[in-house]
C-alpha cells in the first residue's frame, strides 16, 4: 500500500484537474451561452470574450463569480451577463448590490440586519443620493475617504456599471429591437429628403425630421453609455459600441451585420425563443472567425483559461501536499513525501499553464500588476522549494512550496476583486525589456526571502512546539535558509539597480527616494546584514533563522505596505480593506520572532536532540539532554 500511495493519489488528482478540461454543458433546449460567451468584445483597452466580461463584472459589483437568487437558484456570470445586457427588467431583481455598512443603509432609512445584497429596483429610488455622496467621496484621495465614503462610491461604481451593461447590446428598454433598426434604416431616405427640402427653403416634413433626430439621440445615449465595444474594426478603424454604429448609419444608409445580429439575439432571448438565440449567436460565432479569427482564436483560448480555472486547482493541490508533507513528520516518511512531491509537481504544472496563459493573453512577461506580482512569485516560491526537496528529501521543502503556493494564490484571489486581472498597463509600465527584467527580478527576490521566512517559521515552531527537530533536520533548515538568503540578495540587487536603470530612462533619475524604492533597498540591506552576521559569528542558527522571519515583515512592506501609504510613483494598487491583513501579517511574524527569542530550556525539542556526549563538525561537545541549537545559535 505504501508503494503504490504516491501514484494512487496522483492518478485521482489528475483525473479530478482533467474534469475541468471538459467543454461546459449546454442545457438541453435553452439558451447557447457557451457560443455567446466566447463571443468578443472590446472592454477596457482589450479585447475579451463575453464570459470575461461576465465574471469581471460580477467580480466587481457581487464579489463573488455566481450569483445565489432569492429561491436558492445560483447563476453562473454568463447566465447573470445575458439576464442584464438582454433583459434587464427581471435582472434588476436580482439581490445583486453588496451593502453591509450601517451607514449606507441609513441613508435609505434602512435598519441593519443580516441582510447584504440589495437588487437594483431597491436601490432605484435613491440613485439621486447614491450619486451625490458618491461623487462627493469621489473627490477624495483613497487614504482620506472613511468607511462611510469608501463603501458608498463603491456602491455607486458598482450602479454605473450595471447600467452600462443594460446598454452595451441594445437599449436596456427595448423589446423588439431588431423591428426598431429596421423601422430607422427605412426612414432615413425621406428624412434626408426632409432635411434637403429644408436647407432649400421647401416645404418639409417636420415629422420625419423630428422622429429621425430622436433616433439619433437615442443611438447617441447608447453609444456614450455602452460598457462593451461589440463591433469590430473594418481596415485599420476601432471598435466601436452599437449605437455609434448605428448612428452612422444615417450617413451609410446600411447597418452593420453584427449589429443586426446582436439585435436579433436580443429579441430572441428577450422573448424566450432559445432556437433563434442560438442560431444568431452561431451566426456570430461563425462571422467572427472569418472577418476576425485572431480575436476568435484568443477569446476562445480566454474561455477555456476562464472555465479550467487552473490557480483554484493549484490551492487545493497546494494545500493537500502540505498536510502530506506535514504529516510525514509523524510517520510513514516516505511515501508521504513522494506524495506530497509529485502532487506539487501536478500542482506547479497547473500553475505554469495560468501563468503562461496570462502572458499568451496580455502579450507581456509575468509580472504586470500586483495580482500577477503574487502568482509570479508563489510560482518562483514553489520552483525553489522544489528543488531544496529533491536535495535534502526530508519534506520540509514540500511543506514550504505547498504553503507559500497556496498563500500567495490565495492573495492573489483576493486581489481579483477590482475586476480584470489582464488589465492594460500603467504608461510608465508599458516597456517590454525592463518587465521582463527589472521586475522580474526584483519578485524573485521576493520569492526567495518568503521561502528563506517560510523555512525559518518551520524552524522555529518545531523547536518550540513540538520535539520534532532534531540535529539533522536543524542543521538541514540552516543550510536551506542560508542559501535561499544568498539566492534573495542577488536578484533583490539585480533588480533594484535595473529599476534605477529604467527610472532613469522613464523619470530622467536613477535614484529618487520612492517609496517603492527604499522598499527594495531594504529588502537588499537586510539580505547584507543578514549575511554578514552570520559570516561575522555575530548570529548562528538560531539568530539566522530570527532574521530570516523579519525579512518577511520587510518584503512585505516593499511589496504591500508602500501601496498602502498611497504616494509616490509606484504605488498602482492601493486597497484600504488589505491595510489590517498587513498588520496582522506583520505582528504575527514579531510574536514569532519573540518566541524565538525565548530561552531553549523552553522550547519542547529542547532535550530531544543530543542523548549522548558527542562533539560536532565544529568540535563542539553536545550534553546529554541539550538542543543542538544551543551550541549551535548562542
Not at 391 to 418: K, N, V
Not at 597 to 622: H, N
Request: charged share 15%.
Amino acid at each position: 500500500m505504501k508503494r503504490y500511495l504516491p501514484w494512487l493519489v496522483l492518478i485521482l488528482a489528475f483525473a479530478w484537474v482533467s474534469v475541468s478540461w471538459l467543454p461546459p454543458k449546454i442545457q438541453q433546449g435553452g439558451p447557447d451561452l457557451v457560443t455567446f460567451g466566447k463571443i468578443p468584445v472590446l472592454v477596457g483597452g482589450r479585447v475579451k470574450p463575453l464570459d470575461t466580461v461576465g465574471r469581471n463584472s460580477l467580480l466587481i459589483v457581487h464579489g463573488k463569480e455566481t450569483l445565489r437568487l432569492a429561491d436558492g437558484k445560483q447563476l453562473t456570470a454568463i447566465e447573470w451577463l445575458a439576464d442584464v445586457v438582454l433583459k434587464p427588467a427581471i435582472a434588476d431583481d436580482y439581490p445583486l448590490f453588496v451593502i453591509q455598512n450601517a451607514e449606507v443603509l441609513g441613508l435609505f432609512g434602512w435598519e441593519q440586519s443580516d441582510r447584504k445584497y440589495f437588487s437594483f429596483n431597491e436601490l432605484a429610488p435613491f440613485l439621486k443620493q447614491i450619486d451625490a455622496q458618491g461623487e462627493q467621496a469621489d473627490k477624495l484621495e483613497s487614504v482620506e475617504r472613511s468607511a462611510y465614503q469608501t463603501a458608498i462610491l463603491n456602491l455607486r461604481n458598482a450602479l454605473i456599471l450595471c447600467q452600462r451593461l443594460k446598454n452595451s447590446l441594445r437599449p436596456e428598454d427595448a423589446h423588439e429591437f431588431a423591428t426598431e433598426i429596421a423601422t430607422y434604416v427605412a426612414a432615413i431616405p425621406s428624412a434626408a429628403e426632409a432635411a434637403r427640402q429644408r436647407e432649400k427653403g421647401e416645404t418639409f416634413d417636420k415629422e420625419k425630421l423630428d422622429a429621425m433626430a430622436a433616433f439619433a439621440e437615442r443611438y447617441d445615449n447608447l453609444a456614450n453609455m455602452a460598457y462593451t465595444l461589440a463591433v469590430p474594426p473594418a481596415q485599420g478603424a476601432r471598435w466601436r459600441p452599437i449605437g455609434a454604429v448605428l448612428t452612422d448609419t444615417l450617413r451609410s444608409g446600411e447597418v452593420h451585420p453584427v449589429v443586426i445580429a446582436y439585435a436579433k439575439l436580443g429579441d430572441a432571448y428577450h422573448a424566450g425563443d432559445y432556437q433563434a438565440f442560438n442560431q444568431q449567436a452561431a451566426f456570430l460565432r461563425d462571422w467572427f472567425a472569418k472577418e476576425q479569427p485572431t480575436a476568435v482564436r484568443r477569446s476562445a483560448f480566454e474561455f477555456l483559461f476562464n472555465h479550467v480555472d487552473p490557480f483554484t486547482h493549484s490551492m487545493v493541490l497546494y494545500v493537500l501536499a502540505f498536510l502530506l508533507a506535514c504529516f510525514s513528520w509523524l510517520g510513514w516518511s516516505r511515501p508521504l513525501t513522494r506524495t506530497a512531491f509529485y502532487l506539487l509537481l501536478l500542482a506547479l504544472a497547473i500553475h505554469t499553464f495560468g501563468l503562461g496563459s496570462r502572458m499568451y493573453l496580455q502579450e507581456r512577461p509575468p509580472v504586470t500588476n500586483l495580482y500577477s506580482s503574487a502568482i509570479f512569485i508563489g510560482w518562483g516560491a514553489v520552483i525553489v522549494a522544489l528543488i531544496l526537496e529533491r536535495i535534502f528529501r526530508d519534506g520540509i521543502g514540500a511543506a514550504c512550496a505547498g504553503a507559500i503556493g497556496f498563500i500567495t494564490l490565495i492573495i492573489a484571489h483576493h486581489l481579483a476583486g477590482s475586476g480584470d486581472t489582464l488589465e492594460m498597463l500603467q504608461a510608465v509600465l508599458d516597456t517590454n525589456i525592463w518587465l521582463a527584467t527589472h521586475v522580474v527580478a526584483i519578485t524573485t527576490g521576493y520569492s526567495a526571502m518568503f521561502l528563506a521566512g517560510m523555512l525559518a517559521m518551520i524552524y522555529i515552531i518545531r523547536g518550540v512546539f513540538t520535539r520534532s527537530l532534531q540535529k539533522q533536520t536543524a542543521d538541514s533548515l540552516a543550510r536551506m535558509t542560508y542559501g535561499v538568503v544568498c539566492f534573495a540578495t542577488l536578484f533583490s540587487f539585480v533588480g533594484t539597480v535595473l529599476g534605477g536603470i529604467w527610472a532613469d530612462q522613464s523619470w530622467g533619475r536613477f535614484w529618487g527616494w520612492d517609496p517603492k524604492e527604499n522598499g527594495a533597498v531594504l529588502i537588499v540591506l537586510w539580505c547584507a546584514m543578514t549575511l554578514h552576521a552570520r559570516w561575522g559569528g555575530y548570529i548562528r542558527q538560531r539568530g539566522l533563522m530570527i532574521m530570516a522571519i523579519f525579512g518577511n515583515v520587510v518584503t512585505s512592506f516593499s511589496w504591500f505596505g508602500v501601496n498602502m501609504l498611497g504616494v509616490g510613483l509606484h504605488s498602482y494598487g492601493f486597497m484600504q480593506k488589505a491595510f489590517p491583513w498587513l498588520v496582522g501579517f506583520v505582528v504575527s511574524q514579531l510574536a514569532l520572532m519573540a518566541i524565538a527569542a525565548m530561552p531553549l530550556e523552553r522550547w519542547r525539542s529542547f532535550q530531544t536532540i543530543a542523548t549522548s556526549s558527542r562533539r560536532d563538525r565544529d568540535g563542539v561537545k553536545f550534553v546529554p539532554g541539550k538542543l543542538a541549537v544551543e551550541t549551535t545559535s548562542e
